[in-house]
């Protein structure tokens, strides 16, 4: 569902494309199997081995290419058309964190580029989380916080980054909970800044 709707923001089958937090593929699978020609998967996981094994094809055929890495040591040399961070994983992060990492994905971005982000709306498991601080219990893990931006806070983030627009698009997963894609575009890029400076 997310991934079907984030396409329409996708601009054609060459668009160089960064998936971030890969996991063992869903995003990936879709991309590949819509024919996306050039698509990148960032995942700092053991993940990573499953995408290798289970893409190897697409990775021999130049149309995959898999970074084993935590975003934020995350450089590339290839910048990008679309940044995909889908399944509300931008939500592990801690506010500040969420905008550094923002910004390292920006970093790598082309003029015209977009970073896609999805978010939780509104109540989830019964408790209104929006712009709350949350606990992700994870067995066997350490106890971590994670944020849920508003839309006032995404601004913000828009703000801090240079990007001239952030839209969003609400939709509703298949089992229920409200979500909606958030898309940073625009992005005033360094030369463009100093010259508005002179
Ligand atoms: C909820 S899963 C999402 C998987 C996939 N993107 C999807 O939409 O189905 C989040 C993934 O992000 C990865 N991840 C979390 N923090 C990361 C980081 N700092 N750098 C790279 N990957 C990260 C996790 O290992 C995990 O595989």
């Known amino acids: 569902m997310d991934v079907a709707l984030a396409e329409g923001y996708i601009p054609s089958i060459h668009s160089r494309i960064l998936e971030v937090g890969a996991g063992s593929g869903r995003v ?4 590949l199997n819509h024919s996306y020609q050039s ?16 893409y190897a094809d697409a990775v021999s055929d130049g149309r995959l290419r898999i970074h084993a890495s935590d975003l934020d040591q995350f450089r590339s040399y290839e ?8 399944f509300c994983s931008i939500t592990d992060f801690s506010s500040q964190e969420q905008c550094e990492m923002l910004h390292i994905l920006s970093c790598n971005l082309n003029p015209g580029g ?8 509104g109540c989830t498991n019964g408790m209104d989380i929006h712009g709350q601080e949350h606990l992700i219990e994870e067995e ?3 106890t971590y916080h994670g944020f849920v931006a508003t839309i006032d806070e995404m601004n913000e983030y828009r703000h801090e980054l240079s990007f001239r627009r952030l839209s969003g698009r609400p939709y509703t997963t298949f089992t229920g909970p409200e979500r909606a894609l958030f898309i940073f575009s625009g992005l ?3 030369a463009e800044k100093a010259l508005a400076l002179v």
């Open 140 to 142: 066997g893990m350490p």
């Open 79 to 86: 910048p990008y058309d679309v940044v995909l961070w889908l």
């Open 114 to 121: 977009e970073i896609i982000v999805d978010l939780p709306q």
């Open 188 to 190: 005033v890029h360094a």
């Open 28 to 31: 990936v699978d879709y991309l």
């Open 39 to 54: 698509v990148a998967a960032l995942e700092r996981s053991r993940n990573v081995t499953t995408l290798q094994s289970r």
